[in-house]
Nanobody, 119 residues
Framework: QVQLVESGGGLVQPGGSLRLSCAASGSIVIIKAMSWYRQAPEKQRELVAFISGGSTNYADSVKGRFTVSRDNAKNTVYLQMNSLKPEDTAVYYC??????????????WGQGTQVTVSS
């Protein structure tokens, strides 16, 4: 059984910063990739940032403002969000592609953490 637990969301003023964390735990053999998605009210879930090995990728809307990083020893992925805008307001979800001790690979989701950017 694998779990993803997110933390770090909250209320921040425009121009402010937040750092999200997502820790994976359980029967993990290898984490192939980790990503952050977000879903605003009445909008579809969208990919924000992706990290796999040494490669990263970002949505155009967050390039230059958000940075994704990973601590392999802690099975944790981070999303540093700077220069936040009201349009960044959403529930942010962690996603991980993980091979467990069954040697099967599955896609896992965290429970989501609310980020609200407002004055």
């Amino acid at each position: 059984q694998v779990q993803l637990v997110e933390s770090g969301g909250g209320l921040v003023q425009p121009g402010g910063s937040l750092r999200l964390s997502c820790a994976a735990s359980g029967s993990i053999v290898i984490i192939k990739a980790m990503s952050w998605y977000r879903q605003a009210p009445e909008k579809q879930r969208e990919l924000v940032a992706f990290i796999s090995g040494g490669s990263t990728n970002y949505a155009d809307s967050v390039k230059g403002r958000f940075t994704v990083s990973r601590d392999n020893a802690k099975n944790t992925v981070y999303l540093q969000m700077n220069s936040l805008k009201p349009e960044d307001t959403a529930v942010y979800y962690c996603n991980a592609v993980i091979t467990g001790d069954s040697l099967k690979t599955f896609n896992y989701w965290g429970q989501g953490t609310q980020v609200t950017v407002s004055s």
